[in-house]
């Protein structure tokens, strides 16, 4: 027997007595020596807290008494050297010497004091500008940006400290000064030094006798020692260095220098001690001074209450012990006596004597125990009772409800659905119907060993449907015995059995409903997701259902639409024969297409193709209407502008072709009546003016075939970076002379940048807008407005600039606009085309704003109009920018230049070869003129070097100006080529770098021009 089952079989009064021994007096020595080492603790907590209490109260009070003493040295200093600035001043107010030599003599005053080391006096102004200071380069500067310098401007008066630091010093050090302001001069006289300088000015006596008599315990006392471990203030070794003394520990003093603020324990032997004893000490860092103070005590005197108070702890741990053992063996011997009495009674109830009571002796526990003894025995005996008629009535339940369960599991096993009986907390099948066997597969012996969830196949394993049906409603998948799965909604309830939470889950198939409501889904979906209106109406066209493209597009928002007739959205473009045989053809049965201009929400029109077909029932009623339509508003605008676009290029083409052709007409015209005019000389000559007249008639022809050029985009105008602004200024200043009063004109130039254009071609462009604008309000007045400014085109704002030709990037956009008449809406498309006009026979030829036209596309830009009869007209106009220089090309051509070489001139036309022969020699050149570029070939062939410069057209028949450019420069690789033509753009300027041609001169030419283009040619240099 070990000794834990030999504890148990003693009498409970010996185990109490054990237990008391083993447990109680071990927790009483525990708990004195808790106490011991607590009061202990506290004591020393409680004199450490006065040691470190009174090193800091003796640390700020040496820091105080110091700053006192530092302080009223600095006023003193400061004073006296305000008395004696004064007294300088006073002689010069006496005119006893000069402004000048008296601040010479203060300066030399001030500046020969030395406060401590390194301290010094300063002088500064209200401004904070140095007046005097040591060091030479400070003075005459301001120091506004030093703190304690606004400060000393502010007060002017008193005691400041702050950190400073010279070039010289490695880190900013605390100094104070003292200052009084001297008004005559503007002067604040400041007395500054080093707070770490201080120990030289302090008395140490001023707070010595205040350290000395503090103690603590009996002989515990305060102390200071420098940076150096001298003892500056010390009961017994005042004086000696204690880091040099051969009879001291030198440990502590090192450890207090070197942390300077913290608690320290060591051996310490006072001279009339036998032995050193522990030592508690807490030291401080005074940093203006190098001191350290330290207050200490002695541990044995911190510890003697703690003796005292062990000794009287111990006495009473061992009396209560004793006493504790025998008043337990007293109570166990009475508790023991009456426990056997009851002990007895209950022997007397395990033999079935449950009539059996204990008398209670007392009223506490035991007899409190008595008690419930009785009353078990009562309750005891009455259960005894009511169990045997229990067992009576139980008997006759069980058959009742073994009919009941018979009538259940009849309708049970009927039920077309699955049903199981599931434990809500294991989610074991614990029962399942026949139709369950049958929708699963499964035996029912098979299903009773599964869990519920182990049926579960996930959200919709498998299926390859469009649509996940989980998002349609709430619905799972189960799997059956061969591995399909299916689709199920289940139905659940509950009910307690046997204490424990049945659920009754019914699962139904729905594969076929759940197909039925994907389709449906899906077409909802695909419709919602199409780019196309949808709209479907009933019988009486009341719209039922329209999807999310009918919200971009027409602006209405479902809740809006709904229950209304689409006539919402009519525009008034269609009459009402439209809508009639469009209803016809609907209520026929047959679909009706075609395009309806609508309007939206905000009032803006859009065009749609539709289809509108009715929907029919079984009995081919129609009961419902669908239309399916496309916003082509874009597309259209987008086709008008390409057939407008096209039918201007055909035109222009067709203007180029009339206008070269008329070129070499009006070429022979003015070129003979150029050389005539040279036989007539004479201005009084009838024939002279008669054929000048002719000269300004062909003139104007020329400009007129120049016009139809531009419109054509063959104009010969080059392109130059020029500044629109500029030109714009120009066109009003011109504007300003010719318009009525009546017209007000406005401008807004807001850019300065360059654009490709020619300067003539545009101040045209801008001179036939203003002069438009001018008559639209030549009767009524208003006003003619010039804006000018840069835009960026890029993907966010292309959609206000449809222009598809338009590339991303910087434009100058230039708006001209009126407050006139306005233009007609059925004729604003057509005002671009040559020669058509609005204004009468007299008023103009219908070319100006084709010409403007013709001269923005040629400058890469774009031009539109917008106008409201009634209001005004305003054209827009956006050209690229450029980034260049214009440069001033501008010439003074004086006296024709002329030559004596020899020249070949080409050209298909007999007329022009006469004329450029008699130009080319009345220049004194000398000519082979020739019609046949073959012929002219021919010649240079024979004689290459007998030419100095071949003149050729570029339009001839068999051999091209440029084809015979190349062949003759074959031949002679250093020959001049000048080529003439009606059409620039036939000769690309790199395609004339590369043949090596000189010139290119533009039908018809003048003399002038051909004599300055030769004689180029010619002159090498």
Known sequence: MNIKQLYWTMPIRTQLVILFLIIIIPSFIVTGIYTISFI???????????????????????????????KNYLRAVAETNLGIVTDLYKEYKNQESSRELIIQKIRQTLLSQKIGKSGYIYCINSKGTAEIHPRKQVEGQQHLQHDFIKEQIKKKTGYIEYHWKNPEDEKPRLKALYMSYFKPLDWIISVSAYQDEFTELINVDDFKASIMELKFGKTGYAFVIDKNGKAIIHPQIEGLNVLYHPDMPKTPFQTMLKEKTGKIKYLWKNPQDLHPRWKIAFFNYIPGFDWIISSSSYEDEILSPVLKVSRIIIWAVLISSLSSIILVFFIGTRFMKRMNNLKQAFHRGMNGDYSVRSIPDSGDEIGQLAVCFNCFMQKFEDYHLNLLNQIQEKKQVESELRDNEKKYRQLFELESDAIFLVQQQSKKIIEANTSASRLYGYTLEQLKSFRFDALYAGKDPGQKSFLDLSSLFSVEYHCKKNGGSFPVEIKTGSFEWKKEIIEVCTVRDITTLARAEEKQMLLSMAIEQLREIIIITDINVNIQYVNSAF????????????????????SGKHDTLFYKNMWNTLKKGNSWKGKITNKKKDGSLYVEDVIISPLSNTKGEIISYIAAKRDVSREIKLENQLLHSQKMEAIGTLAGGIAHDFNN??????????????????????????????????????????????????????????????????????????????????????????????????????????TNAGHAMKKSGGILSLDASDIIIDNNNSAL??????????????????????????????????????????????????????????????????????????????????????????????????????????????????IGEAQLESLGYRVTAVSDPQKALDIFKQNPFDFDLVITDLSMPRITGDQLAQAVLTFRNDIPVIICTGFSEKMPGELIEQLGIKDLLLKPVIISDLAYAVRKALDKD
């Open 551 to 570: 919200e971009k597009i027409t602006g209405y928002k479902k809740s809006e639409i709904l229950g209304k007739n689409p006539r919402v959205l009519k």
């Open 665 to 770: 007409i009006l070429g022979g015209i003015i070129g003979y009546t150029d050389l005539a005019v040279k036989i007539y000389e004479s201005n009084n000559d009838k024939m002279h003016y008669f054929l000048s007249k002719i000269l300004q008639t062909g003139d104007r022809a020329k400009k007129l075939v120049q016009q139809i050029l531009t419109f054509s985009r063959q104009g010969t105008g080059e392109l130059k970076p020029v500044e629109p602004g500029l030109i714009i200024q120009e066109v009003i200043q011109l504007m300003r002379a010719s318009l009525p009063a009546i017209i007000e004109i406005r401008h807004n130039i807001n850019t300065n940048a360059l654009v490709m254009a020619d300067s003539t071609n545009l101040h045209q462009v801008f001179m036939n807008l203003c």
């Open 801 to 914: 600039y449809p222009n598809p030709d338009l590339s991303p990037g910087a434009y100058v956009k230039i708006i001209v606009s009126d407050t006139g008449k306005g233009i007609a809406p059925d004729i604003l498309s057509r005002i671009f085309e040559p020669f058509f006009t609005t204004k009468g026979k007299k008023e103009g030829t219908g070319l100006g704003l084709s010409v403007v036209h013709g001269i923005i596309k040629q400058s890469s830009g774009d031009i539109s109009v917008t106008s409201i009869p009634g209001k005004g007209t305003s054209f827009t106009i956006l050209l690229p920018a450029v980034q260049e220089i214009i440069e001033d090309q501008s010439q003074e051509r004086k006296q024709l230049p002329q030559g004596m070489e020899k020249i070949l001139y080409v050209d298909d036309e007999d007329i022009l070869v006469e």
């Open 40 to 70: 202990k603790k506290a004591i020393q907590t409680n004199i450490e807290r006065e040691l470190s209490n009174s090193t800091a109260s003796l640390s700020n009070m040496i820091h105080t008494t110091a700053s006192a003493s530092m």
